[in-house]
């Protein structure tokens, strides 16, 4: 069955040369994206702790990589679900909850006594983050017009970076109130027990942002979805939008088996590899695991966190960076330049460790390198792309299903890194990151379409012409 595409009417075109209230959707946007700076406060912050939790809980090179995925496991199940109880409950009630249970996981994990302790209270907090990483992008994209659409959802991985780098300034300055055996003892409770601030800025935040409109209209509730959108567009042409919405949802089918016909599947691999993509490169092994490997080169625990730093700097204007391209140069030709030159410091610093160069600045060099290209590229890109390839009616299955492949992506790289770079050595680690980058390039080299320019109506005309 062929896909039925809704043709643009006089009062849709209208609608969309309106000027929108952009100071009011983009203030709700970044309320929103708050839930972007939680995903990154967290993965980043275990960065700094781990080294601490390791002493201080004598763990196993698997045990590190269980401290570190563990809340990878909670993200996982969060995105699981989060589909479900958000077409349920709301977007907004959804991201509520999920704002408690990141606070939850952040005191939860600075009081623990045990690892198994901390592990629970992890998996709460990650539980939290997995809702937020999907849902935030999905209610920004329904809040938006569609002309700012793109930039909007890209707020969200610039918020995931600022979370990052906001991260590695704490982590230095909580290491440098005491001693070694303070920072053992104390330091890694309150790199963990602070998240607790942003999380509660979250969820008062939220209080004052209104509900999806879309998911109003969905719920046959207009009513209450017709101010916000008299809000955003004006009475004339929220009243159009209202009749648009409901239109578009009576092509809309809840059938899972829609994933798989024919061109709707290889977008779907398509996008699921893009997500995968994301993390088997090697992103999170640096910024999960960066001190300790400074601190492998001979740095101390001061200077190798000082060092992650620079890392969280490049990784936000690179992604300013690269928000202010993806509209100018294309999706594809971004993933091209980033994955071709992580390619290339991959290698390089696979040399590095193989030759023992790395007491000098050119691992550092090349790892900020590495960040930046990730930055312009698989960081924000993905996200955007995961969007816009999918049609109307499969696109909140198609990218929770993505998205629980990228969280699974980010598990077996958290998870795998010290084991693997404990048997095989860093060399050869960073040369297996290497190899991934290299088949990420020719994967989206040959496989992915280029998305700039195109309506979303034209993106459902080419999977279905396949």
């Not at 997995?130 to 849902?135: L, V």
């Not at 490169?281 to 000082?306: R, V």
């Not at 290209?373 to 924000?380: D, E, H, K, V, Y």
Request: proline residues 4%; hydrophobic residues 55%; charged residues 15%.
């Amino acid at each position: 069955m062929a896909i039925v595409i809704n043709k643009e009417t006089p009062q849709s075109k209208a609608l969309q040369n309106d000027k929108p209230n952009m100071l009011f959707v983009t203030l709700v946007s970044i309320v929103a994206a708050l839930g972007g700076i939680l995903f990154g406060f967290d993965i980043a912050v275990v960065s700094g702790a781990v080294g601490l939790l390791q002493q201080r809980f004598a763990l196993s090179e698997f045990q590190v990589g269980w401290a570190v995925s563990s809340l990878i496991v909670g993200s996982v199940t969060g995105a699981a679900l989060s589909g479900y109880i958000s077409e349920r409950f709301g977007r907004k009630k959804v991201l509520l909850v999920a704002a408690f249970l990141f606070i939850v996981g952040s005191i939860g994990s600075a009081v623990q006594d045990t690892f198994t302790g901390y592990i629970i209270a992890r998996m709460i907090g990650g539980i939290g983050i997995g809702i937020t990483s999907t849902i935030c992008p999905v209610y920004n994209a329904e809040i938006a017009p569609a002309k700012y659409r793109g930039r909007l959802v890209a707020l969200n991985q610039l918020a995931i970076v600022t979370g990052i780098f906001l991260v590695y300034f704490l982590n230095l300055w909580i290491v440098g109130m005491g001693d070694d055996a303070w920072d053992v003892s104390t330091a890694w409770r309150w790199m963990f027990g602070i998240g607790a601030v942003p999380g509660l800025l979250f969820m008062v935040l939220m209080l004052f942002i209104p509900e999806s409109p879309r998911w109003l209209i969905k719920r046959n509730r207009p009513y209450e979805a017709l101010p916000i959108l008299i809000k955003i567009h004006g009475e004339e042409a929220a009243k159009q939008e209202v009749l648009d919405i409901k239109e578009s949802f009576k092509s809309e089918s809840d059938s899972f088996k829609q994933l798989f016909k024919p061109g709707i599947r290889k977008a779907l691999f398509i996008g699921v590899a893009l997500a995968v993509m994301q993390h088997i490169t090697g992103i999170n092994a640096i910024l999960y695991y960066a001190p300790e490997i400074f601190k492998g080169m001979g740095l101390g625990t001061d200077a190798s966190l000082t060092q992650t730093i620079w890392i969280g700097l490049i990784n936000v204007l690179f992604t300013i960076l690269s928000v202010w391209l993806i509209d100018k140069v294309g999706r594809k030709a971004l993933l091209l330049t980033g994955t071709s030159l992580m390619t290339l410091c991959l290698a390089v610093i696979g040399i590095a460790f193989q030759m023992d160069l790395t007491s000098g600045p050119l691992v550092l060099i090349v790892i900020l390198v590495y960040v930046a290209s990730f930055a312009i590229s698989l960081g924000p890109v993905v996200w955007v792309m995961l969007s816009e390839i999918f049609p109307n009616r499969i696109r909140g299955k198609a990218v929770a299903i993505a998205s629980m492949a990228l969280w699974a992506g980010d598990y077996l790289v958290s998870q795998l890194f010290p084991p693997l770079l404990g048997s095989a050595g860093p060399a050869h680690t960073f040369w297996i990151f290497g190899i991934a980058s290299l088949l990420s390039f020719l994967f989206v080299w040959r496989a992915v379409p280029e998305t700039k320019g195109r309506s979303l109506e034209e993106m459902e005309k080419m999977w279905m012409a396949k």
